[in-house]
C-alpha cells in the first residue's frame, strides 16, 4: 500500500477493511487455555450484528456510552458497532474505581454500558444510574436492564447495510470521549472527532512508511482506553493490514512476546526502564568477561544506531556482537521486532540508548489526548532518541513565548465535554496550548523539557525541570519511580522507590552520583525512600505514569519533614 485511503469516519474504515480482506487474519487472543483468532470478514458481520441490536434496544445517535473491558476481540466490535450507529463510545479503564466511574458517568451523562465481567459491570452498575447493561460474560446485574453479547452478536447477516449507513457520516462528527488520566487533577472527557483519529493514522503511515508495511504483527497490552492504543493500536494498525494480539496482560507480556513473536511493539517509558533494570541485574551476576562483551555490544551498537561509526575494528567485531550479545537479547521479544514506539511519557535518552544499541528501532513519540493523540514521532533512518521526532504530516507545531508547545491541525479535539472556559482556555485561535515546554530546532526536531505547571520555582527564583532530574534518577539501577518537588523552597526534595534487590544505601548512592551530573540549582538536597507507587492505591495511572498530586497527598507528613 503506497497511499493511505481516504475514509470519511473511523466506522467506514473499519467495515470498508472488512469487505476488502474478508480472509484475512485481523484479531487474535487467548481464552480458555489457548489462542483463538479472527478474520475481517467475521469482524464486519458482528460489528454490524452489534450495531443493529444495540438500536433495536434503545441506543441512538448521540448517546454516550461507557466501555469497560480488558483488551479483547469484542472491544473494537464494539467501538465500531457504537460508531457505526452515530452513538458515542467512551472507553473507560477496567482498573477505574467505582468512584473513578462515577465521575465519567456523571460527567457525559452516560446511561448506557458494555463490561467484560460480572465484576467489572457491579462497578459500573453501583457509580450510577444505567439504563441498559452489557455483559460480554453472559452475567446480570439486579435492578438494571441487561443484554448478553452473545446475543447481540449472533446475527450472521451481510454488513452491507451497515456499512452504507456509516459511510455518509462525516468526518467532524463526534467520535469519542476518552477521559485524560488525571495525573495533575480531575480527569476531562476529550471531544475527539473522526477526523482527528483518522489524521494520526494518515500521519502515522507516513511516519511508518520506511520500514514497508507487510505482515506485520502486533502485540497489544496497553489498554484500549489509553488514547493512544486506542488509536494507534486499534485503528491505525488494524487499517494497514496488520494482525493484533492482544496479549494476556502485563504481567505474562514476557512469555506473550516469546509466543507471538510480534514486528511491531508499544512501550511506555516505565515498562522500558523496568526491562532495562532487569537485564543489567542478569548482566551484572555475569562472569567480567561477559559484562564488557555486553557494554561493548550496547556502545558499538549505539554508535552505529546514531551514525557515530569512525572506528574500523568497531565494524569488523559489530557482526560477531550481533550474534553473540544481540541477538541471545532480542530472542526475550519474540525475536522478530522490526520497531518498538515509545510514548506516554518523557523516555530517558539513556534508557532509549541502551535499546538502539542492543538493535531496536525505537522510535520515541508524543502526544497527549486532545490531538488524537499523536502529535510527533522519530521515523525509521531519522530517528534522534533525545527528542520526540518531527510533526506528523498535516500537523503544525509552534513555540510559545513563554516555551509552551502549541499545536493546530485537524488532529486537535472539539474541546471538553461539559467544559467551556476550559476548552477555551485550551484551544486559543485554533491552537491547542499543550502545556508542555519544548523546542524545535533548525531540522524540525522536537524536544520536550517539561511540563509547564510541573516547572518548580524555587525562593531564589531559578526554574527548575522536575522531569529532567526525575528521568536521570530512574535511569540509575536502583531507583524504580521518583517525584522530585521543592516549589517556593531553597532546593530540591524527592521521593524515591527503590528498585527490586536494591536498598537505602544503593539509592543514596545514586542520588550522590546523580548530583554530580546536576547544577547547584538542580541538585537533590533531601530525600525519602518510599514503598512503590502503585495502580492500585491509585498513585498510578493505567499506563504507568505517575499521579503527582496524589503522590504528594499520600506521603504529605514525609513530604513535610523533608521540607523543614
Known sequence: MDVYPQWPNLAAMMLDRAREWPNKPMLRWYRGGTWHSMTWGAFGTQAASVARALRAAGVSAGDRVVIVSENRPEYPIAETALLAIRAVPVPAYATNTVDDHAHVLRDCGARAAICANAALAGKVAKAGPLDLL???????VDGVRCLDWAGLAGSTEPFADIAAEASIIPSGALACLIYTSGTGGVPKGVMLPHRAILSNCRGAF?????????????????PLSHSYEHTAGQ??????????????????????MTTVQPTIMTMVPRILEVIRARILAQVAREPAWRQRLFHAAIEIGRKRAEGEWRNPLEWLIDPLLDRMVRRKVMLRFGGRCRAAMSGGARLEPEVGRFFLGLGFAMLQGYGQTEAG?????????????????????GVEVRIAADG?????????????WGRPADTAAAIQDGWLHTGDIGRLDAEGFLTITDRKKDMIVLSGGDNVSPARIEGMLIAQPAVAQAVVFGEGQAGLSALLVAAEGFDKAAVDAVVAQVNKRLSVTERVRKHAVVPPFTLEEGTMTATQKVRRHIVMAQYKDVVAGLLT
Not at 455483559?135 to 446480570?140: E, H, M, N, R, V
Not at 494482525?243 to 504481567?251: A, P
Not at 510527533?376 to 532518541?385: C, E, K, L, Q, V
Open 134 to 140: 452489557v455483559t460480554l460474560d453472559g452475567s446480570t
Open 206 to 222: 507516513d511516519l511508518m512508511r520506511p520500514l514497508g508495511f507487510k505482515d506485520e504483527v502486533y502485540l497489544s497490552f496497553l
Open 235 to 256: 485503528f491505525f494498525l488494524l487499517s494497514v493490514g496488520t494482525e493484533v494480539v492482544y496479549s494476556r496482560g502485563v504481567e505474562h507480556l514476557a512469555a506473550d
Open 373 to 393: 493523540p499523536v502529535i510527533s514521532a522519530n521515523t525509521p533512518g531519522a530517528s534522534r532518541i533525545e527528542s520526540v521526532g518531527r510533526p506528523l504530516k
Open 404 to 416: 509552551e508547545i502549541c499545536v493546530r491541525g485537524d488532529l486537535v479535539m472539539d474541546g471538553y
